[in-house]
């Protein structure tokens, strides 16, 4: 788990040791070991470490906030030149991308009962449009002049924004409940021995009355291999189990699919969704 290594890794410790990490104080103690360990790699006057470009993971996240190492987060995109939010210092929150900047008028649209609805942005510095492609500029403006930027999101009272995924990966089930994949993904890839994974509710060829939420991961070869694993799927059911035994059940994994080669990617190293086989029979 990204959690555990990053820990554990900074100072090597041994199996023994290991469940002595998953007690909290103690946790806590040696994440301020590893952070000053991590601030030393960068010369030790380490003043501003930047984060964005994806989601950052939450228990990195975590690790990086018990650690006390100092980062600063941001959220963004380039039709926006391209900061919308972000927080430093203090004003970090574990999972948040801070505040939306002075300036920038937004709103939620959409909002459903778990406060959640798409970021519309409206900013001096957001695009005025995709060139020569009005139809494409027209799909992502409002008429007032919100730049829709595709993203959901929440607010809470003291003004932090929580991104909980993308407008184009919502899973909309047939009881109309919504699944957004990437809360699962952050949930799962914490899991020993998944490197990626990509939750999609999978389509049925042949037509059958319900599909499933089908959590399709890449193992971790290296973990496989130093642990000795021959069966990944096995290895990796009891972690599915144990999620599906806490989530709500319309979040429930139903099929869980293990690949033998790495997803495809783009120039930036993010998943290419739409280039995934989600058919499930």
Known sequence: ?????????????????????????IRRYLHRIAGKKLTKTFGGRLRFFGIGGAKLDAEVEKFLLESKFVYDIGYGLTETAPLIAGAVDDMVRLGSTGPVLKGIEYRLEGVNEEGIGELLVKSPSQMLG??????????????DGFFRTGDYGKQREDGT????????????????????????????????????????????????????????????????????????????????????????????????????????????????RFKIDMTID
């Open 1 to 25: 788990a990204p959690l555990s290594k990053l820990a554990i890794d900074a100072f090597g410790l041994v199996p023994t040791m290991r469940a002595l990490y998953g007690i909290g104080f």
């Open 130 to 143: 995709y060139y020569k492609n009005e139809e494409a500029t027209a799909a992502v403006f409002t008429e």
């Open 161 to 272: 924004l929580f991104i909980t995924g993308r407008k184009k990966n919502l899973i909309i089930l047939s009881n109309g409940k919504n699944v957004y994949p990437e809360e699962i993904e952050k949930e799962l890839i914490a899991v020993p021995g998944i490197l990626d994974i990509v939750v999609y509710e999978g389509q049925s060829k042949r037509g059958l009355a319900q599909n499933a939420i089908v959590a399709e991961v890449f193992p971790d070869e290296d973990y496989i291999k130093a642990n000795g694993i021959e069966d990944v799927k096995a290895h990796l059911k009891p972690y599915i189990d144990n999620y599906n035994r806490t989530a709500v059940p319309y979040k429930k994994i139903g099929i869980l699919k293990v690949r033998t080669t790495p997803f495809p990617k783009n120039t930036l190293r993010k998943i290419m």
